[in-house]
């Protein structure tokens, strides 16, 4: 087992029944993220369950851990500079290495055309969908290279592919295009040092966001991000995916 910093005896048994491989799932208490979260713990990884609504990602990672999995709360707001580094600080004070993060949390806030898109509408959705995950790998980086061979996972939408982009949700669909660009240039920046890039299209997914109408599950949704996180093949990297499939960007 690789070596964990600030242990108590307690956590140290607990990470005896995993694998030492740690993972830090952002927008984890619900949805497809809380899903990702819950299969990484069944894969005996230990999760970092990140909210930025303390009591629903307490009870998230609470849930989660029941019946031996291993799982705990972080706070962490994607659009806050401070709360991504006071969570990267707090997750350096745990443990020694991350192997898996999941830039998860995302907003679908668009209720306009292109042609009305008004300015806040585009740039929290912005903040939130791109920017945010470039801050938070940024911040995470430093226990990203101590892992062994990490591998970050931008969940993105096929609502960015240029190959198929239509009118609907302008600044949902943008954000996530731009989204796949940070995938690919973060995968250039890293490729050498052995940390793996890729964006996955999770489907349309019955979520809050998804709504009641969608095809999918978020055990389906989640299933592509938790094999690209556990046994993925690692020559994959810069890559956009859904189903365990390369598709258009
Ligand atoms: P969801 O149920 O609405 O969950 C979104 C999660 O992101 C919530 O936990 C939310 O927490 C969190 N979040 C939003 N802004 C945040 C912020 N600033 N900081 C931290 N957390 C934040 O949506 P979902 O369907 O599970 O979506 C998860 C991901 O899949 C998103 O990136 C989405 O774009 C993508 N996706 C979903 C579908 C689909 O059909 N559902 C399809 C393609 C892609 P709060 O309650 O605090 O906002």
Redesign the pocket.
């Known amino acids: 087992m690789r070596k964990l910093a600030g242990w108590n005896t307690h956590l140290e048994e607990v990470l005896e029944v995993v694998n030492g491989r740690i993972a830090l799932v952002?927008?984890?208490?619900?949805?497809?993220?809380?899903?990702i979260a819950r299969q990484l713990a069944a894969k005996r990884l230990h999760v970092f369950v990140?909210?930025?609504?303390v009591t629903?990602g307490k009870q998230a990672a609470e849930s989660i851990a029941a019946g031996g999995r291993s799982a705990e709360f972080i706070e962490?707001?994607?659009?806050?500079p401070e709360?991504i580094q006071a969570a990267a600080r707090a997750v350096a004070s745990r443990v020694d290495h991350l192997d898996v993060l999941v830039?998860?949390?995302?907003?679908?806030d668009d209720t306009k055309g292109i042609d009305e898109l008004d300015d806040d509408t585009f740039l929290q959705t912005l903040?939130?969908?791109t920017l945010?995950p470039i801050r938070v790998t940024q911040a995470f980086l430093p226990l990203l290279k101590r892992g062994s061979g990490a591998s970050i996972i931008n969940?993105?939408?096929?609502?960015g592919q240029l190959s198929e982009m239509g009118e609907t949700y302008p600044a949902?669909s943008i954000s996530?295009t731009a989204l796949n660009a940070v995938t690919r240039q973060f995968a250039a920046v890293l490729r050498d040092q052995g940390i793996t890039v890729n964006s996955v299209?999770?489907?349309?997914?019955?979520?809050?966001?998804?709504?009641p109408e969608?095809p999918?599950t978020?055990e389906e949704?989640a299933e592509t991000v938790t094999w690209l996180a556990t046994e993925g093949p690692r020559e994959l990297t810069g890559q956009f995916l859904r189903d365990r499939q390369t598709i258009p960007w």
């Open positions: 952002t927008g984890a208490y619900k949805g497809i993220g809380y899903e990140g909210a930025r609504k629903e962490i707001d994607v659009t806050n709360s830039n998860n949390a995302g907003i679908l903040a939130t969908n945010g969940v993105s939408s096929g609502m949902y996530k299209c999770p489907g349309w997914v019955k979520t809050d966001m998804g709504g969608a999918r978020v949704g």
